[in-house]
């Protein structure tokens, strides 16, 4: 069973920085695109930033020049560095990969993370 595994959340003020991680694990072949969404109280989930595993990035137009994702791929891990952090930002933060288990022929599947709080506040 694959599972993503979040750390990284926290309190930080205004201005401040952060550094979300998610390490993927399991019978894992292959893994394709990876994210981070973000949902905040009463809104819908959103995407944050996507990366492939060619390295192809893409952001929300409300993060760009302020987060940076990134993945190691030998090690199943996606990261996230969150600068100038502003309230807004203020939201639980969910890691999300297209994955192929076992092997070629399997199709990808659509996992996440179980969520880790970001609380951007004075």
């Known amino acids: 069973q694959v599972q993503l595994v979040e750390s990284g959340g926290g309190l930080v003020q205004p201005g401040g920085s952060l550094r979300l991680s998610c390490a993927a694990s399991?019978?894992?072949?292959?893994?394709?695109?990876m994210g981070w969404y973000r949902q905040a109280p009463g809104k819908q989930r959103e995407m944050v930033a996507t990366?492939?595993?060619?390295?192809?990035?893409n952001y929300a137009d409300s993060v760009k020049g302020r987060f940076t994702i990134s993945r190691d791929n030998a090690n199943n891990t996606v990261y996230v560095q969150m600068n100038s952090l502003k309230p807004e930002d203020t939201a639980v933060y969910y890691c999300?990969?297209?994955?192929?288990?076992?092997?070629?022929?399997?199709?990808?599947?659509?996992?996440w993370g179980q969520g880790t709080q970001v609380t951007v506040s004075s």
């Open positions: 990366i492939t595993s060619d390295g192809n990035t």
């Open positions: 999300n990969a297209l994955i192929v288990e076992r092997g070629w022929w399997y199709p990808p599947l659509n996992y």
């Open positions: 399991g019978s894992i072949f292959r893994i394709n695109a």
